[in-house]
């Protein structure tokens, strides 16, 4: 993970996993993943030499050909940026829906309506939804605060490029997925 991924998971408040975002409870380690790693055994993407997990990061870091082959990955599915006076919408903070308070990041936002709201059963438009390029701004969700829970447990910033072509990711990453066999 990035560090810009790992801070966004490792709030003070609210912990959560890097990979399934369910809440981390201090003090834990995870043991059996912890073997798994030390015994899993794995070839390096760039030169193919065989190593255990545990030491596959402080390998990557020193093989050239390892980051030659990251790089190519970079250059594929990376684009000129748009030098267009388009209109980005605000993906970062949001107004509540049924109070309209505003300024929420998407984790406070949950906070807000699960402290304030749990029990309003107006149909409200998501304005997290709402902000991404497939959204609906017309949309009312006929449960807001299950959508809410089941929807925005993770930060959708985390995970998607919205400047990329969609189906040209999807082309590089089937070619390199047939060229990694």
Not at 45 to 68: D, E, T
Not at 87 to 102: A, D, V
Not at 114 to 123: E, I, N, P, V, W
Request: with cysteine; charged share 25%.
């Amino acid at each position: 993970f990035c560090t810009l991924c790992l801070q966004e998971c490792l709030k003070p408040k609210k912990p959560v996993c890097g990979v399934c975002r369910s809440t981390l409870s201090p003090g834990s380690r995870a043991l059996d993943l912890e073997k798994q790693i030390e015994t899993t055994e794995t070839a390096c993407s760039g030169c193919n030499k065989k190593m255990y997990l545990s030491k596959m990061r402080s390998h990557a870091a020193s093989c050239s050909k390892y980051q030659n082959y990251i790089m190519e990955g970079v250059k594929a599915v990376t684009k000129e940026p748009l030098h267009s006076t388009r209109n980005f919408p605000n993906r970062f903070t949001f107004p509540c829906p049924y109070c309209s308070e505003k300024n929420f990041d998407q984790e406070g936002l949950v906070e807000h309506c699960k402290t304030l709201h749990s029990m309003d059963a107006k149909q409200v438009v998501c304005p997290i939804c709402a902000s991404m390029p497939w959204g609906d701004p017309n949309y009312r969700s006929a449960n807001f605060m299950e959508h809410l829970q089941r929807r925005h447990r993770f930060s959708y910033d985390t995970f998607v490029d919205y400047d990329a072509d969609e189906d040209d990711m999807m082309a590089q990453v089937l070619m390199r997925s047939l060229r990694d066999k």
